[in-house]
């Protein structure tokens, strides 16, 4: 009998807990609509962790690491979908820990990730991000490839972004891969720098606004006409 007792104590347990799990996530997957309805990125990262406590699965944790690193929390994004290498990684997964580790300054990490993504549907913003990466590891002959199929497949209404200045501004993709092909150039020989000038007027001249190129060739121009020093007499 008090086995009995005991055991209807503990289903009842169970059936009340199977309803307070299931209340939470009715609560938290309103919750979550609400937030996203009042644009509340932390209310909606709160509400996402907790139904992918209550309810885990691939698809809530990596919707959740993305929200992290669309809002700039990078660190966050890649404790929660990890750093390595992975066939069986979703898209969004990997597309989140190749911007994560690029924006930590993590270039060989992030390259890997980049490649995944290229190797399942490449396309001329890949190609930008895989030739940048490599230009930056120092990889300036596998560059180029990706630069000459980024400049022969970027429509004209493709645009890419840039952060240097205060104000982010976007050019045309075409004219970003020009300047990537002058940087090579110059990698490659140093001692020909009007080549690079060369390269880089004409991404100019397709962008007039891209201030990233415009720094690029005073850099270059500086190099080549470095300031005369004067001597001072004792």
Not at 52 to 76: C, K, M, W
Not at 96 to 112: C, D, F, T, Y
Request: proline letters at 3%; glycine letters at 4%; aromatic letters at 8%.
């Amino acid at each position: 009998m008090k086995n009995f007792v005991l055991l209807s104590m503990c289903a009842i347990g169970f059936i009340g807990a199977a309803q307070t799990n299931t209340e939470l996530q009715k609560h938290y997957e309103a919750f979550y609509k609400q937030m996203r309805l009042q644009g509340d990125v932390d209310g909606v990262i709160n509400a996402m962790t907790h139904l992918n406590v209550l309810s885990p699965s691939i698809e809530r944790r990596d919707t959740l690491a993305f929200i992290y690193a669309n809002d700039g929390q990078h660190l966050q994004a890649l404790n929660t979908v990890g750093i390595e290498k992975n066939a069986n990684d979703s898209d969004l997964a990997v597309q989140v820990k190749a911007i994560s580790l690029k924006a930590l300054n993590q270039p060989k990490r992030a390259l890997e990730q980049f490649e995944v993504l290229n190797a399942r549907t490449p396309n001329p913003y890949l190609a930008y991000e895989l030739a940048d990466l490599k230009i930056q590891t120092g990889d300036n002959d596998g560059a180029v490839t990706h630069i000459e199929y980024g400049i022969a497949n970027a429509k004209d209404d493709m645009k890419y972004a840039f952060y240097e200045r205060q104000q982010p501004y976007e050019v045309a993709l075409k004219a970003a891969f020009i300047h990537l092909k002058a940087l090579v150039q110059y990698n490659k020989d140093k001692e020909n720098i009007d080549a690079a000038v060369t390269l880089i007027d004409e991404a100019l001249a397709i962008d007039p606004n891209f201030n990233l190129a415009s720094l690029s060739k005073q850099a270059l121009e500086a190099r080549k006409n470095p300031p005369a020093t004067t001597e001072t007499k004792e």
